[in-house]
Structures are given as structure tokens and as C-alpha cells.
């Protein structure tokens, strides 16, 4: 499944809505405002909470937890690296990896040498716009909710 996700470029809070491939809105994404560290829950169209995100704090590299129905289901750690993008998830669906390129802008994720989603950045957008590729056979909401993590990482100017 394809998905496009546009976050807003002016905004008291970080929200955005994530399309699919039609354009249609499918998802909401919400910040909590005020919080120490990074925050989020995807939510549908009538505003239920379908996943919540949150950085875990005092970590020399970055680290999240993505939370479904109050259990913690993966955790995504930013790999030591100077010259690319990496990170490993640790989850109850296994380990995958994440493979990105130097900018940011173009990431794999990979469950040993399968490509279970791919991330793609698009470069001259007023806003970030990337739109995220997702197997059909995969959870979609923790496929978003990892692309929404890699994203913070890697373009987070806070």
C-alpha cells in the first residue's frame, strides 16, 4: 500500500494528515504540545487513537517506543554512524533493519533481505512531503508509525 505524508510547514503543534495513494486522508497524526520529548499518536478519521510514539529520554542516540493498544509492540534505535542513516527495530514481528543514504531522504526497511517498506523524501517541497511504500502482507500503522519515527530523526531541527 501506498501512502503520501505531508506535514504542515507553519504550526503551533506538529499535525498532519497521512493520504493514500488515491489522495484521499486516511490518518492523523497529532503532537502532544508542551511535552518533554517527542510525542505523537496516529489517529483515524474519526479520532481514535490507533498507535502512540514516544522518544525515550537520556539515550546517546535516539530511541522511540511505538505503542498499540497500551502495549509496546517495537522499539527503533538510531545506529552510530557518520556517514548514513541507520537504525535497528527490535519488535513483537521480529528485528528488521533500516537502511537509509547520507541525506536522509531514501530508507529501506528490511526484515533480514526482504523489503518490507520503503521511504521516499521528496526534495523540493516547501514542506516535508515523502511518500512511504508499505507490503501489503505488513502492519501498515507500524510501517507508518516507523516512517514517522525515521523522519523525526533524521529532520527534527528542534
Given at each position: 500500500?501506498k501512502?503520501?505524508?505531508k506535514?504542515?510547514?507553519?504550526?503551533?503543534?506538529?499535525?498532519?494528515?497521512?493520504?493514500?495513494?488515491?489522495g484521499?486522508?486516511?490518518?492523523?497524526?497529532?503532537?502532544?504540545?508542551?511535552?518533554?520529548?517527542?510525542?505523537?499518536?496516529?489517529?483515524d478519521?474519526?479520532g481514535?487513537e490507533l498507535?502512540?510514539?514516544?522518544?525515550?529520554?537520556?539515550?546517546?542516540?535516539?530511541?522511540?517506543?511505538?505503542?498499540?493498544?497500551?502495549?509496546?509492540?517495537?522499539?527503533?534505535?538510531?545506529?552510530?554512524?557518520?556517514?548514513?542513516?541507520?537504525?535497528?527495530?527490535?519488535?513483537n514481528?521480529?528485528?528488521?533493519?533500516v537502511?537509509?543514504?547520507?541525506?536522509g531522504?531514501?530508507?529501506?526497511?528490511?526484515n533480514?533481505?526482504?523489503?518490507?517498506?520503503?521511504?521516499?523524501?521528496?526534495?523540493?517541497?516547501?514542506?516535508?512531503?515523502?511518500?512511504?511504500e508499505?507490503?501489503?502482507?505488513?502492519?501498515?500503522?507500524?510501517?507508518?508509525?516507523?516512517?514517522?519515527?525515521?523522519?523525526?530523526?533524521?529532520?527534527?531541527?528542534?
Amino acid at each position: 500500500m501506498k501512502y503520501q505524508i505531508k506535514q504542515k510547514i507553519f504550526s503551533i503543534a506538529d499535525g498532519f494528515k497521512i493520504k493514500n495513494d488515491a489522495g484521499e486522508d486516511v490518518y492523523t497524526v497529532k503532537s502532544q504540545l508542551l511535552s518533554i520529548g517527542n510525542k505523537l499518536k496516529i489517529l483515524d478519521l474519526s479520532g481514535s487513537e490507533l498507535c502512540y510514539i514516544e522518544q525515550k529520554l537520556l539515550k546517546f542516540m535516539p530511541e522511540y517506543k511505538i505503542i498499540i493498544s497500551g502495549q509496546e509492540i517495537a522499539t527503533v534505535k538510531k545506529k552510530f554512524s557518520l556517514l548514513r542513516n541507520n537504525f535497528i527495530i527490535n519488535g513483537n514481528g521480529g528485528d528488521f533493519t533500516v537502511e537509509g543514504n547520507y541525506t536522509g531522504h531514501e530508507f529501506k526497511i528490511k526484515n533480514g533481505n526482504t523489503v518490507v517498506a520503503v521511504i521516499s523524501k521528496k526534495f523540493f517541497s516547501m514542506s516535508d512531503t515523502y511518500g512511504v511504500e508499505i507490503d501489503d502482507g505488513q502492519d501498515q500503522i507500524v510501517g507508518l508509525a516507523l516512517a514517522i519515527v525515521i523522519d523525526m530523526v533524521c529532520h527534527d531541527k528542534k
